[in-house]
């Protein structure tokens, strides 16, 4: 083998699944599922003075819970707008009422992943499920947001940071929040469409939308990073500039970005890393292997190479890991 991998000694085997410390309690938000928009789980404010529409939003998967415990507090500490409309969102509550913290993986969703189902055909095609039905009922709302903020954290051990799609408007979005200092453009998945790829903030759209992976997903500091980022975005947007519930923005505007070059979907059931990589591990040399997929070696296809949230025990057909460039 030629390059810069080291020959390899046998195969590297399937990654232990990581062990699954809950440290935090699911919020109480059935006195917000009501809400006022019409749509049960949404909630929103509108100011004397005009300004953005801007959505915080939580629970595209059942399981992270960080994010609903920033809306909940939010919610409850009664956080209003200084301009414009501030909407916050439970996205998936059904899947949310099945979370078990002795099983926390088993409630990302019930039918399939709402966060892979935001394209226009789909959405207004014949399929049916429990997700693309909840999707139909927030796409009326979500068609008339500026700036969107969807909350989300990670599996498997990473360096949080902002996804914010191919347009402009999401990059400048995320590089104006300040927090995670990571910003990072990609295409998405190939198994559908996120949220932050629907048409409304999509290349042909009007608004921006970035999805921060705010760290692990049942992590004490997760929270505290998802609330970081709501208050980056709403002072970015000028919704709200100042609030006892909010902290100091770190870091200031800018921060890192990379723009993947290339998403690596595992295309067998055979598909392993080479080791435990972290997502934000940045690999020195071009032409390292990284993984094998069945006979097929992946590696780095540039120096100083940066893995985006490697899916480390990933399926057939899903994404593994995104090789990523760092860009000024």
């Not at 590297?12 to 440290?23: A, I, N, R, T």
């Not at 920033?70 to 509550?93: C, D, H, K, S, Y």
């Not at 998945?189 to 999509?202: K, Q």
Request: hydrophobic share 40%.
């Amino acid at each position: 083998m030629s390059g810069g991998g080291s020959a390899l000694h046998g195969r590297p085997g399937q990654m232990p699944l990581p062990s699954f410390k809950v440290d935090l309690t699911a919020p109480d938000v059935s006195a917000f599922l009501e809400g006022n928009t019409g749509i049960p789980g949404f909630t929103s404010y509108a100011a004397a003075t005009p300004g953005p529409h801007v959505l915080v939003l939580s629970l595209v998967h059942g399981n992270e819970i960080a994010g609903a415990i920033v809306v909940e507090q939010l919610l409850r500490g009664g956080l209003r707008p200084e301009r414009g409309r501030l909407t916050f969102g439970f996205a998936n509550i059904a899947a949310f009422r099945s979370f078990d913290p002795a099983q926390p993986t088993a409630s990302r969703f019930l039918d399939e992943d709402l966060n892979r189902v935001w394209d226009v055909d789909v959405l207004e095609g014949p399929r049916r499920s429990v997700e693309l039905e909840r999707a139909r009922a927030m796409r009326p709302l979500f068609d008339t947001v500026d700036v969107a903020l969807d909350l989300h954290s990670m599996l498997w051990p990473a360096e949080p940071l902002i996804l914010c799609g191919q347009t402009a408007r999401g990059r400048d979005l995320a590089q104006g929040i300040g927090t995670p200092g990571l910003s990072v453009a990609d295409r998405g998945h190939v198994t559908g469409r996120r949220l932050i790829d629907y048409a409304r903030f999509g290349e042909t759209g009007e608004a921006a939308a970035v999805l921060v992976e705010a760290g692990q997903h049942w992590a004490r500091g997760t929270v505290e990073k998802s609330l970081a980022s709501v208050a980056g975005v709403l002072r970015r947007s000028g919704c709200v500039m100042a609030h006892p519930l909010l902290p100091a923005v770190r870091g200031g505007a800018g921060g890192r970005h990379a723009e993947v070059t290339q998403t690596v979907t595992a295309g067998t059931a055979a598909f392993s890393f080479m080791r435990g990589y972290h997502g934000g591990e940045v690999i020195p040399r071009r032409n390292t292997i990284i993984a094998l997929d069945g006979e097929t070696e992946i590696r780095t296809p540039y120096d100083d190479c940066l893995l985006v949230m490697p899916n480390l025990r990933p399926s057939r057909g899903h994404t593994a890991v995104r090789l990523a460039r760092f860009v000024t």
